[in-house]
């Protein structure tokens, strides 16, 4: 039995095109989670790759051999996926930094949990946000975006020819933007509540001097800051699947300014 033979053009250009799914897989939202096994990143990886390979190898040309050539074509084809996963995690960043404002500002900012994600301390209303818009992204399908956009990121930018430039940085510090922007999009309206609830308790300390304000307002800045999380959960949803609409976009137009 002959096994077929696999030239070293092959292997070096399949390595690259694993490097560039692993790279984004790995840093992706849902699938780069710490969660997730390193066993099943590694399959998943291997398995796109392997998938993608056919469709993608008219678009691959001559690639070098020698080592130190080769080195940095492997390390740009890695950033290639990496920006494209941090341009998703800009997202997720933005919703986080949201739930830590609400979580500070209705008092939970001493009540933190271990988010099994990251293995870090996160604010309890932050763990609750972020899960909720993992939900949402799974229900609207979100994450296709990713395996239609390193379909794609071949063509668009093809093995060898991703660069630095100053449109790229433009478009990365614009997606910076957008994640503090969508931040305060999403915490607005419980911070609003609270400091509307803290003019309130303030009024009443001021009026009557004989209510303890700090042993009232506490309780009920948790409370009213609870409802409104709860009644607000429509408005974060649509918030969500505005932001997630538009990555489509983002990281097709990362992949042309990298080009």
Not at 20 to 35: D, H, N, S
Not at 97 to 125: M, Q, R, T, W, Y
Not at 184 to 198: D, E, Q, Y
Not at 233 to 241: C, R
């Amino acid at each position: 039995m002959e096994f077929p033979v696999i030239s070293v053009e092959w292997a070096v250009a399949f390595s690259l095109v694993l490097l560039r799914v692993g790279a984004l897989i790995g840093t992706m939202p849902l699938f780069g989670e710490q969660i997730v096994p390193l066993r099943v990143k590694a399959g998943l990886t291997f398995v796109v790759a392997l998938l993608l390979f056919p469709a993608v190898s008219p678009f691959l040309p001559a690639v070098p051999v020698d080592f130190m050539p080769l080195l940095f074509r492997m390390i740009s084809e890695i950033l290639v996926g990496v920006a494209l996963g941090f341009a998703a995690r800009l997202i997720f960043a933005g919703i986080q930094v949201a739930g830590e404002l609400i979580g500070f500002k209705i008092g939970f900012s001493v009540a933190n949990v271990i988010d099994p994600v990251s293995s870090i301390s996160v604010s309890l209303i932050g763990q609750v946000l972020y899960l909720f818009a993992l939900l949402i992204f799974l229900t609207t399908n979100s994450h296709h975006i990713f395996f239609a956009a390193m379909a794609d990121s071949f063509r668009i930018l093809p093995v060898l020819s991703f660069h630095v430039s100053g449109d790229f940085m433009a478009l990365m510090m614009s997606l910076a933007r957008d994640m503090f922007v969508l931040a305060v999009k999403l915490c607005i309206p419980v911070v609003s509540v609270i400091l509307f609830t803290n003019i309130g308790l303030g009024i009443v300390a001021r009026t009557v001097p004989q209510i303890n304000v700090f042993i009232v307002g506490f309780p009920l800045q948790i409370s009213v800051g609870l409802i409104f999380f709860g009644l607000s959960m429509p408005l974060f949803a649509s918030l969500m699947q505005r932001a997630y609409g538009r990555l489509g976009e983002s990281l097709f137009g990362l992949l042309r300014v990298m080009g």
